[in-house]
């Protein structure tokens, strides 16, 4: 079976760096994926790794070690705007369908 | 608005009704997925087609489910049957997809159909 562990519940202030862990145990691994979601919203796109090390897309950045079956999300300067709920997920069975984690909570604090 | 499209928006239904969703993909993508979501929880797969063939279902996924994709388009998926344990959120997404060697990996989801069954 295939399953992802992630934090429930984070909490930061404006302006601080948050990391979000994830560890997955999947067979056919093929890319770790992470997506943000507002209340009410559907999820978007944040990140993308298929090899290890750290990914830079703006603020945010993305890591894997596929040795450890571990990521994480990196959000600096951390907005408001960003409180929300942030999912990783694998690509499973070679790459075919993905399996969600169950989302850490993201509170940002003024 | 990401371009993927679902109607209807909200749905209530009596228990035993059958209840019918549509997804408009990004036109040029050429896998859609659906997935169910509970509250506090992510994302659960249910199937996806790639074109108009449908590729992989979820062992999860009850016979009371089916889905569609004539023509390569857009997708509809039914319950038949509904159940109180239907009540979720669906959520439809759609990728571009060219190959195992050069995939796109960022899917594009719909707003989803929020299912209230009574």
């Known amino acids: 079976g295939q399953s992802l562990e992630q934090p429930s519940e984070v909490t930061a202030v404006e302006g601080a760096i948050v990391q979000i862990n994830c560890t997955y145990q999947?067979?056919?691994?093929?890319?770790l994926s992470w997506y943000q979601q507002h209340d009410g919203g559907a999820p978007t796109f944040l990140s993308y790794?298929?090899?290890?090390g750290l990914e830079e897309t703006g603020r945010f950045s993305s890591f894997l070690s596929r040795s450890d079956s571990y990521g994480y999300l990196l959000l600096q300067e951390l907005q408001m705007k960003d409180s929300a709920s942030y999912f990783c997920?694998?690509?499973?069975?070679?790459?075919?369908?993905?399996?969600f984690g169950p989302g850490t909570r993201l509170s940002v604090l003024p | 608005d990401t371009g993927v499209s679902q109607d209807p928006r909200h749905k209530i239904t009596k228990r035993g009704q059958n209840v019918t969703f549509r997804c408009d993909p990004i036109?040029?993508?050429?896998?859609l997925y659906w997935y169910r979501q509970t509250l506090g929880q992510g994302p659960e797969f249910l199937t996806y087609?790639?074109?108009?063939?449908?590729?992989?279902k979820s062992r999860l996924l009850s016979d009371r489910f089916s889905a569609e994709r004539p023509k390569g388009s857009f997708s509809t998926l039914e319950i038949q049957r509904t159940e109180q344990g239907d009540s979720a959120m669906y959520l439809c997404?759609?990728?571009?997809?060219?190959?195992?060697?050069?995939?796109?990996?960022?899917?594009?989801f719909g707003p989803g159909t929020r299912l209230t069954v009574l």
């Open positions: 997404a759609s990728s571009l997809e060219l190959g195992r060697d050069r995939s796109y990996n960022e899917q594009f």
């Open positions: 999947t067979s056919g691994f093929y890319g």
């Open positions: 790794n298929a090899l290890d």
């Open positions: 997920a694998v690509r499973d069975n070679y790459g075919q369908n993905f399996v």
């Open positions: 036109s040029e993508h050429n896998r």
């Open positions: 087609f790639q074109n108009e063939a449908q590729l992989e």
